[in-house]
């Protein structure tokens, strides 16, 4: 799947806390609506692995694992996947200079270990 986004956007930035608890904000809502839109119909019951590759305008993004979560939240909340606890596997790869903003996002079966630890 290839998702053009306004803007990647960092967890952080979308949510506000008030003591122990976290909230999501409307740009949070709106920036998952902005994901989900774009989604294809296909769906993944449990264990799934995942890669996801940023292609960023610009270097200013946020952490990679605070721009993942948004993803994820949007992959679950509308279907694509059963929830993210699920997620086996999941590869990462942020790239800067592309001319417009992109989530490409690939998701199969988890891969079986090669090496097994002992």
Not at 9 to 31: A, E, H, I, M, P
Not at 43 to 71: E, H, L, M
Not at 78 to 85: A, M, P, Q, R, S
Request: glycine fraction near 6%; hydrophobic fraction near 30%.
């Amino acid at each position: 799947m290839q998702i053009k986004v306004n803007k990647i956007l960092s967890y952080q930035t979308l949510v506000y806390k008030n003591g122990s608890r976290t909230f999501r904000k409307k740009k949070y809502n709106d920036y998952i609506q902005e994901i989900g839109n774009q989604l294809n119909d296909e769906t993944y019951k449990g264990d799934v692995a995942i890669k996801i590759i940023f292609k960023c305008k610009n270097r200013v993004v946020g952490d990679i694992d605070n721009i993942t979560k948004p993803v994820l939240d949007t992959l679950q909340s509308y279907g694509v996947i059963e929830n993210d606890k699920f997620v086996q596997e999941l590869h990462l790869q942020k790239k800067y200079g592309f001319k417009y903003n992109q989530i490409d996002i690939y998701i199969s079966q988890p891969q079986e270990w090669l090496d097994k630890e002992g």
